[in-house]
């Protein structure tokens, strides 16, 4: 346990649908993080939130809408996915500033159809 | 922009000793981690080296050479549960709270 939780741990999903994923952390962070892991690909971040402002959007689609209503949770909203969307959607978190030291959590593994 | 090239796999025994390369091409370097990830896991960090030379914790340690923009993660006798993914990072010079990461070195370990 990294102290990061995530919910839902799979995923299966039509492109049509709305589904949000949910991450928390109980450690005490300032800043989150979303990542997506492929297959035979580096992680790649998606956002960034510190202290609930967002702070980098890594070109990520508009049909992929995070929310950080506090410090401890973040919310992955997703609509109208692609099959290529198919992926470990990770999360993580960690202390503000440089951060090289992240806590991720067990991430949702996602199937859109 | 910024890149990490690392070996997709290395196979190892049981007890040995194995060593994992990062190379890393950064317009600014802020110091190199290390992160461990089971198969269906979440990633963990290790270790991190802001400096020149090695970081021992425990079976594992990290070297970082600066000049050579180079460093490795170290694993000494070798245990079955150490087969897992390593990735090592970087931070991303224009942003602070952006880590980089490479695509990760497969560890099978074999009895």
């Known amino acids: 346990e990294t102290g990061v939780t995530q919910t839902p741990r799979h995923l299966v999903m039509g492109m049509t649908n709305k589904k949000s994923l949910k991450c928390e952390q109980h450690l005490g962070h300032n800043a989150m993080y979303w990542y997506k892991q492929s297959a035979k690909k580096p992680l790649e971040l998606m956002f960034v939130?510190?202290?609930?402002?967002?702070?980098e959007n890594n070109s990520v689609p508009s049909r992929f809408s995070p929310e950080c209503p506090n410090s401890s949770h973040l919310f992955l909203h997703l609509h109208t996915l692609q099959p290529e969307d198919s992926a470990l959607y990770l999360c993580?978190?960690?202390?503000?500033?440089?951060?090289?030291?992240?806590?991720f959590g067990p991430g949702t593994r996602l199937t859109v159809t | 922009g910024q890149s990490l090239e690392q070996p997709s796999e290395v196979t190892a025994v049981e007890g040995a000793i194995v060593q994992i390369n990062c190379t890393y091409q950064?317009?600014?370097?802020?110091?190199l981690s290390w992160y461990q990830q089971h198969d269906g896991g979440a990633p963990t960090f290790l270790s991190y080296n802001a400096l020149d030379g090695l970081e021992e914790t425990g079976r594992f340690s990290s070297f970082l050479s600066r000049s050579d923009s180079y460093g490795y993660l170290l694993l000494q006798e070798l245990q079955m549960k150490d087969s897992a993914s390593y990735f090592c990072a970087v931070r991303d010079p224009g942003a602070t709270n952006k880590l980089i990461f490479g695509t990760g070195t497969l560890l099978a370990v074999q009895p």
């Open positions: 993580a978190s960690s202390q503000d500033g440089p951060s090289y030291e992240q806590y």
């Open positions: 939130y510190n202290f609930k402002e967002q702070t």
């Open positions: 950064t317009s600014g370097f802020y110091g």
